[in-house]
């Protein structure tokens, strides 16, 4: 087994060298092995782990919670996916109510904030009296 330098894993996993350091003192990767002449030298699987970690995050995995997928030795990504696939089906429904509110206040005609506030037909919610 070849053993790749920062540089190699970096691009191979389409990240920069800081990421890798960045994972290495937060835990997500192992500490490398040293060449002679003191550069880290990953295993080849660290780019798969690295574009894992990438991937879950693209899903809304936050790295605590990437961490503790990575470190559990029984399954769990099912049951964490079904918890973040109810957040994020409660964060689209809260952004439907943003975006009804602001059409509402583009139909509305809605130039000014305070002076929308003062009128009757204010979609904007919270604002009118």
């Avoid at 003191?38 to 961490?67: C, M, N, W």
Wanted: proline share 5%; with cysteine; aromatic share 4%.
């Amino acid at each position: 087994m070849t053993a790749l330098r920062t540089g190699e894993v970096a691009s191979a996993a389409g990240v920069n060298r800081e990421t890798l350091r960045y994972y290495e003192r937060v835990g997500l990767l192992a500490r490398p092995e040293r060449s002679l002449g003191g550069h880290r030298l990953y295993p080849r699987e660290t780019v798969t782990v690295i574009r894992v970690i990438k991937s879950a995050q693209r899903l809304g995995f936050a790295l605590d919670e990437v961490a503790e997928l990575l470190g559990s030795r029984r399954p769990g990504l099912r049951e964490r996916a079904e918890v973040k696939l109810g957040e994020v089906e409660a964060k689209i429904a809260d952004l439907e109510v943003v975006r009804e509110a602001l059409r509402a206040a583009i139909s509305a005609g809605c130039d000014d904030l305070v002076t929308c506030s003062h009128t009757p037909a204010c979609p904007l919610p919270g604002i009118s009296s």
